[in-house]
C-alpha cells in the first residue's frame, strides 16, 4: 500500500537520515539505509542524503548475525534529523511486550516534530510501542504480523503488502522489504529518475509488482508453464490500449475464471488494480521526464481522458497532473 502524500523536499544541504541500532538489530535490515540513500545521492551526481547511525548510549549493540558494532554517533543526533529510520530488533522483551524500555523512549523523544519516521521489518514494533502506530495503517515482517495485531489492537496491521506509506510515518515488511521502502522514499523525494539509478546501483527492481502474500508460506501449487508473467509483460507494452479481462485471458492462453486466480497469486493484486498502478506509473515517469501534453499523456498511460488521469493520479498521490509535473521538474 502507498499512500505517497508527501511532495519533494526542499532544503538547504543535503536530508539527514538517522539510523537508530538497538540492541538484537538484524544486520541486514540496518545496513539498508545507509546503501540505498548513499546510491540516490551517487544516481543525482550531488548529496541528496547524509545518513548516519547511532545507539541509544553511544555504546556497541550486538547484532543477530554474530557480531556487535560501533556506530559513530550518539543518541544527541536523533534531534537534528529529517527522518528516523528504526531497524529490526528481533528478541527482547519488545517483541512480547507493548511496553517500550524507557531508555529508547526518551532518546525518541527528542526527534524534531516533524520528522520523517520509518521502520523496517520488526522496527514497527518500536514505533507502535512508541504511539506513532496508533490508529495508522502499518506492516511487518508477514511471520509476525499477528504478534504486532495482538500486542498493539490500535494499529491497523496490514500484512500482504511491502511497505505502507502513512504520511509522516512509513514502515515496511522484512528484511529486503526495507529496500522497497526507501526506494519508495527517494522517488517521493527526488523523482522516478533518481530512483530508478539508485535501484539500478544497488542492483535491485526499481518496484516489486505484488506484496509479501507472495512470500508467505503456503503449500506450494503444482508449477505450470501457464503463468501470466508474459501477459504481463505484454500489458506494459500495450498500456495505450483496452486491455479487459477477456482480452488478457487469451493472450495468456487460459479462462478468465483461471488468469484471474493466478494473476492474483503471482502478483498479489488483481488485473485491474495491477494495470491501473502500471497505468499510473507510466503516467508518472511521463509527467516527470518528458513536455508532452497532459492530454497526450492521458492517452498513452491508457487512460483515455484528463479527466480520468486526473482522478486516478489524484487518488495514488494527493495530487493533479500539472501540480505533480511541476512538483518533479522544477528541481536544480
Keep these: 500500500m502507498c499512500k505517497n502524500r508527501a511532495m519533494p523536499m526542499e532544503k538547504a544541504g543535503p536530508h539527514r537520515v538517522v539510523v537508530l541500532a538497538l540492541d538484537g538489530v538484524v544486520a541486514f535490515d540496518l545496513s539498508i539505509p545507509s546503501r540505498v540513500f548513499t546510491s540516490a545521492s551517487l544516481a543525482a551526481g550531488r548529496p541528496l542524503y547524509e ?11 550486538r547484532t543477530t548475525a554474530g557480531f556487535s558494532l560501533l556506530p559513530d554517533h ?12 528504526i531497524p529490526g530488533p528481533y528478541e527482547g522483551p519488545l517483541m512480547e511486550s507493548a511496553v517500550l524500555d524507557p531508555r529508547v523512549a526518551a532518546v525518541l523523544a527528542t526527534a524534531p516534530k516533524d520528522v520523517r519516521w520509518v521502520s523496517i521489518c520488526t522496527g514497527a514494533f518500536v514505533l507502535a510501542a512508541a504511539g506513532m502506530l496508533d490508529g495508522r495503517e502499518a506492516t511487518t515482517h508477514w511471520c509476525h504480523a499477528d504478534e504486532l495485531a495482538k500486542l498493539h489492537p490500535t494499529v491497523r496491521v496490514t500484512p500482504a503488502v511491502l511497505f505502507v506509506d ?3 510515518v512509513l514502515t515496511s515488511a522484512g528484511a529486503a522489504a526495507g529496500i522497497d521502502l526507501c526506494l519508495h522514499i ?3 523525494d527526488h523523482g522516478a529518475e533518481v530512483a530508478n539509478h539508485a535501484a539500478r546501483r544497488v542492483v535491485v527492481p526499481a518496484w516489486r ?11 506450494v501449487p503444482e508449477v505450470t508453464d501457464a ?5 504481463r509483460q505484454w500489458m ?15 493472450h495468456a492462453r487460459m479462462s478468465v475464471r483461471t488468469f484471474t486466480r493466478r494473476f492474483r497469486e503471482e502478483t498479489g493484486l488483481s488485473p485491474g488494480q495491477w494495470l491501473l498502478r502500471e497505468r499510473v506509473e507510466r503516467a508518472r515517469h511521463l509527467l516527470e521526464s518528458t513536455d508532452l501534453s497532459v492530454e497526450r499523456i ?17 487518488a495514488a498521490v494527493g495530487v493533479a497532473p500539472l501540480a505533480y509535473r511541476r512538483s518533479f521538474t522544477c528541481r536544480s
Excluded at 51 to 61: I, N
Aim: proline content about 5%; some cysteine; overall charge negative.
Design 51 to 61: 545518513t548516519l547511525t547511532c545507539t541509544v548510549d553511544g555504546g556497541p549493540v
Design 74 to 85: 550518539g543518541p544527541e543526533i536523533i534531534a537534528t534529523a529529517d527522518t528516523l529510520v
Design 166 to 168: 502513512d504520511g509522516r
Design 186 to 188: 527517494v522517488r517521493t
Design 209 to 219: 509488482d505484488g506484496g509479501q502474500r507472495q512470500f508467505i508460506e503456503r503449500p
Design 227 to 231: 503463468g501470466t508473467s508474459a501477459t
Design 236 to 250: 506494459v507494452e500495450h498500456l495505450d490500449q483496452p486491455l479487459d479481462l477477456r482480452r488478457l485471458a487469451a
Design 298 to 314: 492521458a492517452r498513452d498511460a491508457g487512460f483515455g481522458t484528463t479527466a480520468s488521469l486526473r482522478q486516478h493520479l489524484n
